[in-house]
T-cell receptor
Framework: EAGVVQSPRYKIIEKKQPVAFWCNPISGHNTLYWYLQNLGQGPELLIRYENEEAVDDSQLPKDRFSAERLKGVDSTLKIQPAELGDSAVYLC???????????FGQGTRLTVV | DAKTTQPPSMDCAEGRAANLPCNHSTISGNEYVYWYRQIHSQGPQYIIHGLKNNETNEMASLIITEDRKSSTLILPHATLRDTAVYYCIVVSQAGTALIFGKGTTLSVSS
């Protein structure tokens, strides 16, 4: 069975440009997470979905970040406009339910220049 | 959720057991202890979790003290591929997202 699939794997953009990341979770997983990971740090939660509902987005910088999970399956995370400080790895994860083990994708490494 | 404390780094010789400690002195009765690891340039990988009893799977063993204030992850025969950052996370049974700390960087050498 395929794991969590993220694309692209790497992205380089100029500051002030928009960027989008895509995540396909494991089939049947109701819970989907987006995390941000800076170099040398542990992942930080941006948003958690239960099916198509965003139930925890308190850490999402809503002035420039947005996310959606249409039909409770795939999800997209967008940044507009990107800033230099947004350079990081963006990780997507999914789980059957919120208190079961989560499976992570390989992440998208974003570089803003 | 309860916070956890882990040593920033540990070394282990290949073939020996790696014992990674975690302190979670403020854990409450309905919170699980989860362990994940992250190999360089990959996403975190689930290892094991437990509530009260010791647990073992094909990857590792988890020993939780009787008062549940600390735990130890044991990799019985560490290999070079076990070199990674190991995260100990306390998760509410009611359900919240994983909150990662800085973890322990385990270096396995030959």
């Amino acid at each position: 069975e395929a794991g969590v699939v993220q694309s692209p794997r790497y992205k380089i953009i100029e500051k002030k440009q928009p960027v989008a990341f895509w995540c396909n979770p494991i089939s049947g997983h109701n819970t989907l997470y987006w995390y941000l990971q800076n170099l040398g740090q542990g992942p930080e939660l941006l948003i958690r979905y239960e099916n198509e509902e965003a139930v925890d987005d308190s850490q999402l910088p809503k002035d420039r970040f947005s996310a959606e999970r249409l039909k409770g399956v795939d999800s997209t995370l967008k940044i507009q406009p990107a800033e230099l400080g947004d350079s990081a790895v963006y990780l997507c994860a999914s789980s059957l339910r919120v208190n079961t083990e989560a499976f992570f994708g390989q992440g998208t490494r974003l570089t803003v220049v | 959720d309860a916070k956890t404390t882990q040593p920033p780094s540990m070394d282990c010789a290949e073939g020996r057991a790696a014992n990674l400690p975690c302190n979670h002195s403020t854990i409450s009765g309905n919170e699980y202890v989860y362990w994940y690891r992250q190999i360089h340039s990959q996403g975190p990988q689930y290892i094991i979790h437990g509530l009260k009893n010791n647990e073992t799977n094909e990857m590792a063993s988890l020993i939780i003290t009787e008062d549940r204030k600390s735990s130890t992850l044991i990799l019985p025969h560490a290999t070079l591929r076990d070199t990674a950052v190991y995260y100990c996370i306390v998760v509410s049974q009611a359900g919240t997202a994983l909150i990662f700390g800085k973890g322990t960087t385990l270096s396995v050498s030959s």
